[in-house]
Every structure is written in C-alpha cells, then in structure tokens.
C-alpha cells in the first residue's frame, strides 16, 4: 500500500492528526501551515512539513514507515539536514517517526538515539493509539492498520458513524479516504463490495460515487465495455484497475484542475505499476504541461 501517498493526503485533510499522534493540544495547529517539501540533490521528500507561522513555534517534520527498512533513520537524518541546509529556518524543529508498529523500527544507532534521548526526534508508533477515539483521522488510520479481516468491519462502522456527519464535504472526504484504503489494501474487492460498506442512500451523495460513476462511464466507452442499467458500471475484468485510475484522476484533477478527455483516456492505458509510478510523481509534477509529458514518456516503453 502506498501509504506515503495516503498519509500526505490524511495530513492535509486532518490538520490536528500530527498533533493527535505526538500527544500535542490540538489548539497548537493554528498558525501552522502545511506542505510537503521535495529536498534536492537527492529527491528526498517529507511526508508532511508542519510550518509555524509564528517564529516562536517548532516546525515539525514528519516521516511515515510501514515496513521495516534499515536505513530508515539515516535516510531520515539526511532528509532533515538538508532541509536544515536549503531552507536555513529560523525556528526551532522537531522530526517525527512514525512507525505502524514497534517492530516496523530498525534499532537507531548511536547518534540517532542521542537525538531521540533529546527530543529532536520523536517516535510514534501506531498500534498503542486507543482504540476508542472521535477523531476521524486516528479511525482512518486504524482502518489502515487493520488486518484483511477485521478492515470491512472497521470500514462499515467508520461509514456508518460519518453518516451523521453534517459537513458534507467532510463526510465526502472520509467515505473517498475510507474507499482509497480498501482499494489499496484489498485490490481484487469488487465495487460492490467496496459499495457494501456504506448505506446505498448515503453512498449515491457522495463525490466518490459520482466520480466514480462519470469515469467509470468514460472508461467503459474507451474499452468498448457494457454498462448496467442498475448502477450504472460495469467495469468487468478491469474494474480494479479503473478504480484506481478514476482515483489518481481525482487527484490530479485536485492538483491541475480540469483534465483533458486526452490525458484521462492516456492515463486509463497505463500499466498498474505505472499508475503506482504517477501516484508517487504527482508530488513533482508543477503543471499540465509536466503531468503530458510524464505520460508521453512512459507510455512510450
């Protein structure tokens, strides 16, 4: 699962998640802005940069590992110096691991323990967060912590509970993130089964329905593929792959504004690996003009 991606989008959508996970009052989040800032030289990428308004806060540099990787820590600290070095802030900092679980961490090395002992690094380990909560960003993180088992369950509980919510563009956020992670976690689940998690009435309002809907069409048309009269798609045997594309077409979509019916049709070709590749590119990617030749390029192979 590409939870480096999902992360990025679960701190830009829940801005106390940061706060929540590293045991901060959550009224600290006003006057921090978020963002996710690339460091040259070696391309590497924060999951999320927490950055103070206020010179007398601490920016707060955050980095999500799901499996185990030994150089996590000294790719970490590279990251971390180089921003210190591009950037040159003015305020204090604090990094934050973020580890599924406690043995998801490789055994820091001398340096590295001694800035954990000073509180320059932060450990957060995401299997001791409390099981009862009412944020939903620690329930969406908790679905995407959750076996293959227990993660329909969780999901239908998370649907049901959102239903009340009256925001409606929050609502439609959570059922969009409570789908993304089922079509990570489980990629052969079919649409009516991703659709059983919800109530039908409930569903049918959401953005997620009715984007997947108006792509589904599209792609049903490209592919020369029947659509049901029932729900209106039918995708067949390629119904997981297109999921995944009207999702990255929702996205770019969010970044670029609209898409044209070229560059949808174009995407709707890639391989699986490469639409993982594009979802990972997006964070690079600074116009339209960029997104058409990615795709141009490796469409080409």
């Given at each position: 699962?590409?939870?480096?991606?999902?992360?990025?989008?679960?701190?830009?959508?829940?801005?106390?998640?940061?706060?929540?996970?590293?045991?901060?009052?959550?009224?600290?989040?006003?006057?921090?802005?978020?963002?996710?800032?690339?460091?040259?030289?070696?391309?590497?990428?924060?999951?999320?940069?927490?950055?103070?308004?206020?010179?007398?806060?601490?920016?707060?540099?955050?980095?999500?590992?799901?499996?185990?990787?030994?150089?996590?820590?000294?790719?970490?600290?590279?990251?971390?110096?180089?921003?210190?070095?591009?950037?040159?802030?003015?305020?204090?900092?604090?990094?934050?691991?973020?580890?599924?679980?406690?043995?998801?961490?490789?055994?820091?090395?001398?340096?590295?323990?001694?800035?954990?002992?000073?509180?320059?690094?932060?450990?957060?380990?995401?299997?001791?967060?409390?099981?009862?909560?009412?944020?939903?960003?620690?329930?969406?993180?908790?679905?995407?912590?959750?076996?293959?088992?227990?993660?329909?369950?969780?999901?239908?509980?998370?649907?049901?509970?959102?239903?009340?919510?009256?925001?409606?563009?929050?609502?439609?956020?959570?059922?969009?993130?409570?789908?993304?992670?089922?079509?990570?976690?489980?990629?052969?689940?079919?649409?009516?089964?991703?659709?059983?998690?919800?109530?039908?009435?409930?569903?049918?309002?959401?953005?997620?329905?009715?984007?997947?809907?108006?792509?589904?069409?599209?792609?049903?048309?490209?592919?020369?593929?029947?659509?049901?009269?029932?729900?209106?798609?039918?995708?067949?045997?390629?119904?997981?792959?297109?999921?995944?594309?009207?999702?990255?077409?929702?996205?770019?979509?969010?970044?670029?504004?609209?898409?044209?019916?070229?560059?949808?049709?174009?995407?709707?070709?890639?391989?699986?690996?490469?639409?993982?590749?594009?979802?990972?590119?997006?964070?690079?990617?600074?116009?339209s003009a960029d997104l058409s030749a990615w795709i141009k390029k490796h469409l080409a192979r």
């Amino acid at each position: 699962m590409r939870t480096d991606t999902l992360f990025f989008q679960l701190f830009q959508t829940f801005h106390t998640l940061l706060f929540e996970l590293i045991d901060r009052p959550i009224s600290e989040v006003e006057g921090y802005k978020f963002s996710s800032a690339e460091i040259k030289e070696k391309a590497f990428r924060f999951d999320g940069i927490f950055m103070p308004e206020a010179n007398d806060k601490p920016i707060f540099l955050a980095e999500v590992q799901f499996q185990t990787k030994e150089d996590f820590y000294s790719e970490f600290l590279a990251e971390i110096f180089l921003y210190l070095n591009q950037y040159r802030p003015i305020q204090d900092w604090q990094a934050i691991a973020i580890f599924a679980r406690h043995n998801s961490e490789p055994t820091p090395d001398k340096f590295c323990q001694e800035l954990i002992t000073l509180g320059r690094i932060k450990r957060v380990y995401l299997e001791d967060l409390p099981q009862e909560t009412n944020s939903h960003g620690i329930e969406i993180v908790q679905l995407i912590l959750a076996s293959e088992k227990k993660a329909p369950t969780i999901a239908r509980k998370l649907a049901e509970k959102i239903e009340q919510e009256t925001n409606t563009e929050l609502r439609d956020n959570i059922v969009e993130f409570i789908e993304a992670v089922l079509v990570y976690k489980f990629p052969k689940l079919t649409r009516q089964e991703v659709e059983a998690m919800f109530s039908h009435s409930d569903l049918k309002k959401t953005r997620v329905y009715q984007d997947a809907m108006l792509e589904g069409v599209q792609i049903g048309k490209q592919e020369g593929l029947q659509i049901g009269k029932q729900e209106g798609l039918q995708i067949g045997k390629q119904e997981g792959l297109q999921r995944q594309v009207a999702m990255l077409l929702r996205q770019l979509t969010r970044k670029f504004g609209k898409i044209s019916p070229r560059i949808k049709s174009q995407i709707s070709k890639l391989s699986v690996a490469q639409l993982e590749d594009l979802a990972e590119a997006i964070f690079d990617l600074q116009s339209s003009a960029d997104l058409s030749a990615w795709i141009k390029k490796h469409l080409a192979r």
